[in-house]
């Protein structure tokens, strides 16, 4: 028999036979559904992270103390402490254009609060120097007004603007001119800090910077100002957090015997970024290129991909059972016309291939439903996601679940796949009845 044929009859006999084609199908449609929506949010959050990896810029290296113990905390003194003499010798590599060291507050630190032009407010971030990202816009922090923290500026504090408007009520609006930005600059900032034995102690600096820098409580729509004082976004500079960690621990000379908790380091091109990190790791330090990060973090989310899809998996193997059940009732109902058409010449091949298109059939017809079910799912789960957090006054646009192109086409060939393996038993038997016994069948 021509392949056109066989397909013919296969899609004939599945459309004599709707509701048990349907009903079958429904399996392999649950089992694509939960695969695409699981997979499709190990996508989106991989790519969120990665674009935001990616804003750090490819030139850089982020360079950390290696820990007996694996933590960063500045309560445990490093194997290989990130001193400023490291620093210094980081400096003196080739290709090199600049290092920024920044140093973890303490844990214990339960709050510090930030007090500008009398207005007070508990600070709720504290993000890294050199920039930093911003996590929930998916993209690097910029800047509005002032400069940013490098290497030659580690001074002040830079505040974001919807704080300045949410938390401190230092602007009438939000967002602002620029203008009304650069004329807060050079205010006076007090940072204060309580140890656990009750020992408050102030820190005076100034604002050196606004940028686009966002907690939770200051994603608000523009306009609504809040009743309450709520908590700050603020970047400290490294020299104000070295200050305050050496009156914490009560050591001047912390970083001499535990270091800074990190370091960014600006390489001239990408080419130079390796042999440069490897000439850091010989330091005894830990350097980490963007490269790598985003290498480590996929291979997690493969391993969580993986995990997640098992769910599916096993929709889809009670699926194929069913499969393989209807097409063992299909055979036995049709074992006159079995015997019929290999008394008209059809071999063993030709009945083999028939059953086993329509097979193919049911799982594809389930996996085109699921891939549409799953990207609709995605759709409102997206929705419902957003719609939930601007009930809440938090105004993102978040895309965790995301379907690709590769999604969908790997979905549907799986899901013939599965039909095509659940099909191969009842089809071979199928293939091996005898056509005399079968044209006797009643």
């Known amino acids: 028999m021509r392949f056109p044929d066989l397909l013919g009859n296969s899609l004939a006999s599945l459309r004599r036979r709707k509701v048990r ?7 392999v449609f649950v089992g694509i559904v939960t695969i695409v929506t699981m997979v499709s949010a190990g996508i989106g959050a991989q790519q969120q992270v990665t674009a935001t990896l990616s804003g750090l810029g490819f030139e850089s290296i982020t360079v950390n103390p290696k820990y007996s113990s694996g933590s960063s905390s500045p309560s445990n003194v490093p194997a290989h402490p990130l001193t400023p003499a490291v620093v210094a010798l980081i400096k003196q590599i080739p290709n090199v254009v600049s290092v920024t060291p920044d140093i973890n507050l303490p844990d214990a630190i339960p709050e510090v609060d930030i007090s500008v032009k009398g207005v007070s407010a508990p600070v709720s ?11 929930l816009s998916g993209g690097q922090i910029t800047m509005l007004a002032g400069h940013d923290f490098d290497a030659n500026h580690q001074d002040g504090v830079i505040i974001g603007a919807q704080s300045l408007y949410n938390s401190l009520h230092l602007v009438s609006s939000y967002p602002a001119d620029a203008a009304v930005y650069n004329q807060l600059l050079g205010t006076p900032v007090q940072l204060t800090v309580v140890d656990p034995r009750g020992e408050q102690q102030v820190f005076t600096t100034t604002l050196v910077g606004v940028d686009n820098s966002t907690n939770l409580d200051d994603i608000r729509a523009p306009g609504a100002r809040p009743v309450t004082v709520r908590n700050a976004s603020v970047r400290i500079g490294s020299n104000v957090k070295v200050a305050i960690v050496q009156w914490w621990y009560r050591q001047p000379d912390i970083l001499e015997k535990r270091g800074y908790s990190r370091a960014t380091v600006k390489v001239d091109s990408v080419p130079h970024v390796n042999a440069v990190a490897d000439k850091i790791r010989g330091y005894g330090m830990q350097a980490d290129t963007v490269s790598s990060l985003i290498d480590q973090i996929s291979r997690v989310f493969t391993i969580l991909q993986v995990m997640l899809t098992s769910v599916g998996l096993l929709a889809l193997l009670v699926a194929s059972i069913g499969i393989a059940n209807t097409m063992i009732m299909a055979i036995y109902e049709r074992t006159r016309e079995i015997g019929v058409l290999k008394a008209l010449g059809a071999t063993r091949g030709d009945i083999l291939g028939m059953f086993m298109l329509e097979a193919s059939f049911i799982g594809l017809l389930g996996g085109i439903f699921g891939v549409i079910g799953g990207w609709l799912l995605d759709l409102l789960l997206n929705w419902g996601l957003n719609t939930y957090l601007a009930s809440q006054g938090f105004y993102v646009n978040l895309q965790i679940f995301q379907v690709n ?38």
């Open 21 to 27: 084609t349907i009903l079958t199908s429904i399996g």
């Open 125 to 135: 971030s504290f993000f890294s120097n050199g920039g930093g990202v911003n996590i």
């Open 405 to 442: 192109a590769v999604l969908i086409i790997g979905a549907l060939i799986f899901a013939a796949f599965v039909g095509l393996l659940a099909g191969l038993y009842p089809a071979r038997r199928a293939a091996r009845l005898d056509p005399l016994a079968a044209l006797r069948h009643e």
